[in-house]
C-alpha cells in the first residue's frame, strides 16, 4: 500500500470529471489501498482517484483517519441521491495543503455507491462524514474547494495559494 502524490491546485487533471469504474477486479483493490495510504499518510479523511492523477469517479472516505477499521468506506460512482439541512463548515482540501476556508455544505446527504466487488449500496450520513462524502464527490466531478468560493472570498484564498507558491511553502510531493 504505497502512499501516492497528491495533486495541487493548478493541475489541470483535477478539475476533469471522471469516468465510471467498469472493473471491480484486483487492481481497483490495489487502487483503494493505495488511496487509503495516501489519505493517512498526510493526514486526511479522506482522497479521490482524481487527486493522485486517476480519472475513474472512485473515493475514499475514513473519518478515524485509520484509527478505526470499520470506519474505512469505498465509493465507485457514487451519487448523492438526497440532502437536507444546510450548514457552513470549515473545510480543507489535500490538493490545498494547508489552506481552510468555510463553505456551506448539506447537513445530512443520502449516498448510493457502489462497494469493491460491484455491489451497490446506500449510505446515510450527517455531520463530518456528510461533509467528508461531499467534499469527495465534488473531486469526482471536477470541482474543487475554491469553486464555493465567491467574489473577494474566493480572491482572498487564491492570494494565500499564490503567496504560498512564492514562499516555496507550497509542496510538491508527499515525501
Known amino acids: ?18 469516468e465510471p469504474v467498469e472493473e471491480f477486479d484486483s487492481d481497483l483493490s490495489t487502487l483503494v489501498d493505495d488511496l487509503f495510504a495516501t489519505s493517512w499518510k498526510i493526514p486526511g479523511l479522506g482522497v479521490a482517484a482524481p487527486q ?3 480519472g475513474q469517479r472512485l473515493a475514499v472516505v475514513d473519518i478515524s483517519v485509520g484509527e478505526d477499521p470499520s470506519a474505512q468506506l469505498v465509493f465507485a460512482n457514487p451519487e448523492i441521491v438526497e440532502s437536507t439541512g444546510r450548514i457552513t463548515l470549515e473545510e480543507g482540501c489535500l490538493s490545498f495543503p494547508g489552506l481552510f476556508t468555510k463553505i456551506e455544505r448539506p447537513r445530512g446527504v443520502t449516498v448510493a455507491a457502489q462497494d ?8 446515510e450520513a ?3 462524514l456528510a461533509q467528508a462524502l461531499c467534499h469527495e464527490l465534488d473531486h469526482l466531478d471536477g470541482v474543487l474547494l475554491v469553486h464555493h468560493l465567491r467574489g473577494l472570498k474566493r480572491r482572498m484564498f487564491l492570494r494565500r495559494v499564490d503567496k504560498m507558491r512564492r514562499l516555496g511553502a507550497w509542496p510538491g510531493t508527499l515525501s
Do not use: H, S
Open 116 to 123: 469493491l466487488t460491484g455491489k451497490r449500496f446506500e449510505i
Open 1 to 18: 500500500m504505497p502512499a501516492r502524490e497528491i495533486l495541487l491546485y493548478g493541475d489541470p487533471r483535477l478539475e476533469q470529471p471522471c
Open 126 to 128: 450527517e455531520g463530518l
Open 52 to 54: 493522485i492523477g486517476i
